[in-house]
């Protein structure tokens, strides 16, 4: 029992999820192409993933529980997935993988599924559906990514645009992001 507590600390010390600024992100946080060719001149937002929610949607089920699809378009969750021995409450965000995810595969949350995911605690859920080689889907359940995450990695890259100029300051000080080191 001692082994698998050290192993769950350390598994849990080296999660981390990288924070990339994208001040044009649609909040919604869903993966969506646009379909302009319908003929009346009105954009139709299609999402590509449901697949994959059916999918998420189907286990469930089997492991005993009664999901509900929520709107595709709503920020935060795409499944409500009720225990009805428990009466637990699961919200799902599905991240759909047309290859089996590994390596430096990437799955991203949007601010809106990280903040739903710090609101909501334990019962937030991301499920990673994989395509198999042999065409199936998998489905990877993680208990909430975001309280999970040992640490949070800013790319200098990435985050030196936003840091607050330094421009100003008297004495030789230096500053980032507005404090003074």
């Known amino acids: 029992m001692a082994k698998q507590k050290a192993l769950v600390r350390e598994l849990r010390g080296s999660l981390k999820g990288e924070i990339v600024p994208d ?13 302009e060719g ?16 059916e999918a998420a949607a189907q286990y469930e089920i089997e492991a005993g529980r009664e999901p509900e699809l929520g709107d595709p378009h ?19 965000e599905v991240k759909g993988r ?34 198999t080689d042999e065409g199936r889907h998998r489905v990877l359940p993680i ?8 640490k949070w990695i800013l790319c200098g890259e ?4 936003v840091a607050e100029s330094s421009e100003g300051l008297g004495d030789g000080a230096e500053s980032v992001g507005g404090a003074e080191r």
């Open 23 to 35: 001040p044009a992100e649609d909040d919604t946080g869903e993966d969506t192409m646009t379909d």
């Open 38 to 53: 319908n003929g009346d001149g009105d954009e139709v937002r299609l999402l590509g993933d449901e697949e994959y929610r």
């Open 74 to 92: 709503q920020a935060g969750w795409d499944i409500r997935s009720t225990d009805p021995k428990t009466q637990e409450v699961r919200l799902i």
């Open 98 to 131: 047309g290859r089996p995810w590994n390596g430096d595969e990437v799955v991203e949350l949007s601010g809106a599924q990280i903040r739903k995911a710090f609101e909501t605690e334990n019962s937030w859920y991301l499920y990673v559906v994989e395509k």
């Open 143 to 150: 208990e909430n990514p975001v309280r999970l995450a040992g």
């Open 158 to 161: 990435s985050w030196r645009m």
